[in-house]
């Protein structure tokens, strides 16, 4: 155990877990009656026992007064104080917020919101102390109305890491001909752009559907991600341009908190293990944070490396990111440090929070248990991101919390991920079907591909998802040159973000504007069918101990979500531009009335326009055409464009001044082309 490590009281058990949901109670404004009016007893304030907690310490949530007591004597920039007498008398030795910040941001801003995070505060003691006695003391006090264990938070699983050895040069040419960014790396990228190749049960177009929508939008500066996980290497090559820079902290003074947070020299995120008082370590673990963050936002089309899904065009227009720490190795966060992570990227500009943590799957029954037994404020913390944030005002009102389902094989989620209004993701694999790792079950929102090393039955490390890692980064068996493979629902999560973060992009671009909730509806039906091809079995290979496992499909129908994240179909939600599906390799036509009307195919057509970029996206070899009402087209090649069609509204010509006729109207049409299209707008 490191030297570092906190000390922790108690340990988890489901046991627990179903204990904790029967000591739920309703506290009034005072904490001392429930909602008949009835006297509550100490005990019933007091939330989190049972878990995996934090020694000597405990979160207590105040009355009005007491909290106004309070903020005169304990500092508002996150460092300690001694006790008001009557809590020094109860045994605490420390006092401080739980929500560090400038007077004017935690008396201010905070008291007027719903969640009033000026009343949470963390009381440390001797550690050697009794958590449930110190607990029970606290408690007693009729100001303090809820006691909450410290807990900790875990990491989704230790991921493995393979170190990525490219098949040629890392350099520009070898990006490949036709590319749409010169990034050496994304020709290993197949999940943004699958052909099938990586392994023998791979399936062409298993993948995002990104490359096309590059051609839209490659990301905007003004959209900040917070990376909730352990420390992002910010310099990084790939990632450094695309690193949120907080300029106060940059221009002022070393050593000291030149913006009032907080937080000293916080100048691209917080090491919340430590309370903001180290800086912020990646050397320490497995680079996660640094791979999640590659994913969302590599910087795209400067010649090195991989590419991110929002890392922009290579104009220094990829979305920003704050590297919130909450893992650094074997030292996990704590409840407080975890909410006051998610309160600091709100606070910093962002709109997007990006999670691969939580608790053991079925540790709670519902979000009511979630929000009053364990995580009431990161509960609320969570809340006032996604409700009360307006960072990319006016195109979005509110925030999204994008989380992981978890990696424990099993029918159940993690929360937060299964918190109702965060988006929780399940992992695919390079054949568009659910990984063996992945959880599924209900609370699952969508799917995207988080790589399976052991697809099909054979070990293919090219078949985990590529992304950015410390450079140098050892733990004693491995080594890399900056990037690396690794696999599971962590690897999912932030596909998904980098695909929002494109459509607050292009909204932006297009002067839409949108609620959290329009919005939300938007990504999770921005899909490809998912359940039509859940028959049957898979094999796969558990990466734990090489075990051969053959998986029944059927159990996932209906629970990984709408379906497979599709970042194409997303920017044309935002156009308004309906989509249809083409098989690759055959001619085929496809009915017009949902577009035209149920007259469709007694109109006359004047023309079918397709630009030569949308045309080379599809392969078009022959121009495409209306024949009875129906659209006419043979694409071979696998991507998503978008064509004009054209035709009169009343009559057989337009008319002229010398000619009566009808009006020319015209449709735009987006064409995503796969293997054989189903009928419910997926691909088989």
């Known amino acids: 155990m490191k030297t570092n490590m906190r000390q922790y009281s108690r340990t988890w058990t489901a046991a627990g877990a179903a204990m904790l949901l029967l000591a739920a109670c309703s506290l009034d404004e005072t904490g001392m009656q429930d909602g008949g009016g009835n006297a509550t007893a100490p005990s019933d304030k007091i939330i989190c026992a049972g878990g995996e907690s934090a020694a000597g310490s405990l979160l207590i949530y105040v009355d009005e007064a007491f909290a106004a007591e309070l903020a005169s004597v304990v500092p508002s920039d996150g460092s300690y104080s001694e006790p008001v007498s009557e809590l020094a008398e109860a045994g605490v030795q420390g006092i401080r917020r739980v929500f560090p910040g400038s007077d004017k941001e935690v008396m201010t801003k905070s008291s007027q919101s719903d969640y009033k995070f000026d009343k949470w505060f963390k ?10 006695e110190m607990a029970g003391r606290l408690a007693a006090f009729p100001q303090i109305r809820t006691v909450q264990y410290n807990t900790i938070v875990r990491p989704a699983v230790e991921p493995q890491v393979y170190p990525y050895e490219p098949a040629q040069p890392m350099t520009r040419a070898a990006a490949g001909q036709g590319a749409v960014f010169n990034d050496p790396a994304l020709v290993d990228q197949w999940h943004y752009s699958n052909d ?14 990104v490359t096309d929508a590059w051609r839209l939008t490659g990301g905007d500066r003004d959209i900040i991600v917070a990376v909730i996980d352990d420390g992002v290497w910010y310099e990084h090559p790939d990632l450094k341009n695309n690193m949120w820079v907080n300029e106060a902290e940059l221009n002022g003074q070393e050593g000291v908190d030149d913006d009032g947070n907080g937080y000293v020299d916080d100048i691209h995120g917080v090491n919340f293990c430590h309370d903001g008082l180290e800086p912020v370590r990646w050397d320490r673990g497995s680079g996660h944070g640094s791979h999640v963050a ?13 590419c991110g899904v929002a890392g ?7 979305v920003r990111m704050i590297t919130c720490q909450i893992f650094e190795g074997e030292l996990y966060a704590d409840a407080a440090q975890v909410a006051a992570a998610i309160k600091y990227a709100k606070d910093k500009g962002a709109v997007i929070i990006q999670g691969s943590f939580g608790f053991d799957p079925g540790a709670f029954a519902n979000d009511n248990a979630f929000e009053t037994q364990l995580a009431s404020a990161q509960a609320d913390a969570l809340k006032d991101f996604m409700f009360n944030n307006d960072n990319f005002s006016p195109y979005l009102e509110g925030g999204l919390a994008i989380f992981s389902a978890g990696n424990n094989y099993t029918g159940t989620i993690c929360y937060p991920g299964a918190y109702t209004d965060c988006i929780c993701v399940t992992a695919l694999g390079a054949d568009g079907l659910p990984a063996l790792y992945t959880n599924f079950g209900y609370g699952s929102n969508i799917a995207a591909p988080g790589g399976e090393s052991g697809l099909g039955g054979m070990t293919t490390i090219e078949a985990c998802v590529l992304s950015t890692i410390p450079e140098g980064f050892t733990d004693g068996q491995w080594e890399t040159s900056g990037y690396a493979y690794m696999q599971g629902t962590s690897m999912a999560c932030p596909h998904v973000s980098g695909v929002a973060a494109l459509g607050l992009a292009y909204a932006k671009k297009l ?6 909730e329009e919005f939300t509806s938007m990504l999770l039906t921005s899909v490809n069918d998912l359940d ?7 094999l796969s290979i558990r ?18 979500g709408t379906g497979s994240v599709d970042a194409w179909r997303l920017m044309m939600q935002i156009e308004g531009t309906p989509c249809i599906m083409a098989a690759v390799g055959k001619e085929q036509s496809i009915d017009l009335d949902e577009y035209f009307g149920g007259g469709a195919d007694g109109l006359t057509y004047l023309d079918v326009i397709v630009s030569e970029e949308d045309r080379q996206a599809l392969g078009l070899e022959t121009e495409p055409e209306i024949a ?5 087209i043979y694409p071979t090649k696998y991507g998503s464009a978008r064509l004009t069609v054209s035709a009169v509204g009343g009559g057989t010509n337009v008319g002229t001044g010398n000619i009566n006729g009808g009006q020319e109207i015209s449709k735009e049409i987006s064409v995503i082309t796969r293997g054989v299209a189903s009928g419910n707008n997926g691909w088989l």
């Open 312 to 318: 922009g065009t290579g104009n220094n227009d990829g």
């Open 196 to 209: 099938g190749s990586v392994c023998r049960a791979a399936r062409e177009g298993a993948d995002i559907n």
């Open 543 to 560: 990466a734990s101990d090489g075990a051969l496992q053959q998986m029944n499909l059927g159990a996932y129908k209906n629970f990984m």
């Open 511 to 516: 002067g839409k504007k949108y609620t959290r």
């Open 294 to 306: 590659g994913t969302v936002a590599a910087e795209n089309n400067n010649g090195i490396g991989v």
């Open 123 to 132: 009381v440390t003691f001797d550690d050697s102390g009794s958590l449930d």
């Open 532 to 538: 039509g091809m859940l028959d049957g079995t898979k």
């Open 628 to 632: 009875d009402g129906r659209l006419v």
